[in-house]
C-alpha cells in the first residue's frame, strides 16, 4: 500500500505542477490587456461551468470510475494548456473557461474519493487525515516549485512555460494510469437517477453537513476577495514578475504548516479559522505593503488546518456508494456561489480599486458571516 500512497503523491505533484498558475491574471493583464471585470468574468463563467458539470460528473464517476474520471479531466487540462499558444480573443476565453470547468469537475470529487475509498477497502481509513495531510502537502510543494520558477521561464518565453507545463501533464497520465482502484460500489448495478435521489435525500435529511457547506461558502469568498486576484495584489505593491511569482509561491508553500500542524492543534483552530480568516482580508484591504505577504501566509497556514478538519468531517459523514456525488454536489453549491461573487466582484474593482474592492467587499461578508453564525449556526458543531 506504501507504494499505491507513493504513486499518488507523485501523481498529484504532477498534476498540480505549472508554471502558468502564478501568471495567469498577468497574463491576462499584460500580455491579453484585459480589464479586471474581464478576468473575472472569465473565472465566473469557469465557477458557473463548474457548477454545471460538477453533479454530472460526480455522478459519472460514482457509477463508473473514479480512475477514469481524473484521466479525462488530465487529457482535457493538456488541450486547454496548448490553446493559450494559439488564441488571443477574450470570446475564446469564454470557451476556454467553461471547458476549465469541466477539466476541473472531473477530478474535484474523484480525487478525494478515490483516496479515501481505496484506503476504506483496505481498513485503514481512520490514516486519512494523515494521507490527506501529505497529499495536499504534495500539491503545496508542487506549486511552490513551479511558481519560483515560472517567472523566470515565463520572463524567457510564456510560450516555453506553456510547452513545459503541458509535458508535465501528459507524464501525470502516465503515472495515474499504474495507480490502483480497488472496489466501492454497491453490488447490485444502479441507475444514475437511484444514484440522484439517494444522494439528495441524504443531504437534505443531514443539516450538520448543509452548515458545514455554508460555513466553507464564507471561507472561500474571504480567501477569493484576496487571493483570486493576489498577483495584480503583490504586483501593484511590487511590480516585477519574478517577485510576483517567488512572492507567491512562498505563500502557497507555507500551507504545508497548516497540513502538518498535529490533529489536536488543527481541530481548535477549526471552529475560528472563519473569523480570523475574514479579519485578516479585511484589514489586508486597509494594508499594503510588501509585509502584506506574511499575512497572506498566515492565511494559508489557517485555512489549511481548516480545510482538513472540514474534510475529514465530510467524508466520514457521507455513504460511500454516493460519495463522488455528494462531494460534487457540494463543490457544485459552492462553485454557483462563487460564479455570483465573480460576476459582480470584477466590476466592483473596477469602479473603487482592487484594495478598496478586498475592504468593503470582505468587510460586507464578514458581516453576513457573523449574522449567520449568531442566529442559525451557533449551536451546531461544523
Request: aromatic share 20%.
Amino acid at each position: 500500500m506504501k507504494r499505491e500512497f507513493f504513486k499518488l503523491y507523485i501523481f498529484i505533484f504532477l498534476k498540480y505542477f505549472s508554471f502558468l498558475t502564478n501568471l495567469l491574471v498577468i497574463f491576462f493583464m499584460d500580455y491579453l490587456h484585459f480589464s479586471f471585470f474581464h478576468i473575472t468574468v472569465i473565472y465566473a463563467i469557469m465557477s458557473l461551468s463548474v457548477t454545471i458539470f460538477e453533479v454530472p460528473t460526480g455522478i459519472l464517476a460514482d457509477k463508473f470510475s473514479r480512475k477514469y474520471s481524473i484521466f479525462g479531466g488530465q487529457c482535457l487540462g493538456i488541450l486547454l494548456t496548448l490553446s493559450l499558444l494559439f488564441f488571443k480573443n477574450f470570446y475564446f476565453f469564454i470557451i476556454w473557461a467553461i471547458l476549465s470547468g469541466l477539466e476541473y469537475s472531473l477530478s474535484s470529487g474523484s480525487i478525494v474519493s478515490l483516496v479515501y475509498d481505496n484506503m476504506k477497502y483496505l481498513g485503514i481509513e481512520e490514516d486519512f487525515p494523515k494521507v490527506q495531510s501529505n497529499y495536499k502537502s504534495t500539491m503545496e510543494i508542487s506549486i511552490f516549485v513551479s511558481g519560483f520558477l515560472s517567472g523566470f521561464i515565463a520572463s524567457i518565453s510564456f510560450s516555453l512555460a506553456i510547452y513545459l507545463t503541458a509535458l508535465v501533464k501528459i507524464t501525470s497520465i502516465l503515472v495515474l494510469l499504474t495507480i490502483k482502484e480497488y472496489p466501492y460500489k454497491a453490488k447490485e448495478r444502479r441507475r444514475v437517477a437511484e444514484i440522484w435521489k439517494n444522494s439528495l435525500s441524504f443531504l437534505k435529511s443531514n443539516h450538520m453537513l448543509i452548515h458545514m457547506i455554508v460555513i466553507f461558502i464564507f471561507v472561500e469568498i474571504f480567501i477569493d476577495t484576496l487571493m483570486s486576484l493576489s498577483q495584480a495584489y503583490i504586483y501593484f505593491i511590487m511590480p516585477s514578475l519574478p517577485i510576483v511569482t517567488i512572492s507567491l509561491s512562498f505563500v502557497y508553500i507555507s500551507s504545508i504548516i497548516g497540513y502538518k500542524t498535529p490533529y489536536k492543534f488543527q481541530r481548535k483552530i477549526y471552529p475560528w479559522a472563519p473569523f480570523i480568516i475574514g479579519l485578516i482580508v479585511i484589514f489586508l484591504g486597509i494594508y499594503h505593503t510588501w509585509l502584506s505577504i506574511l499575512f497572506m501566509i498566515c492565511i494559508q497556514i489557517i485555512n489549511a488546518m481548516f480545510i482538513i478538519i472540514w474534510q475529514t468531517n465530510f467524508q466520514k459523514s457521507i455513504p460511500s456508494e454516493e460519495r463522488a456525488t455528494l462531494t460534487s454536489f457540494t463543490y457544485f453549491i459552492i462553485t454557483f456561489i462563487l460564479f455570483i461573487f465573480y460576476t459582480t466582484y470584477g466590476y466592483i474593482v473596477d469602479i473603487v480599486g482592487l484594495f478598496n474592492a478586498i475592504f468593503y467587499t470582505s468587510t460586507a461578508f464578514f458581516i453576513m458571516f457573523l449574522i449567520y453564525y449568531l442566529t442559525i449556526c451557533r449551536k451546531v458543531r461544523f
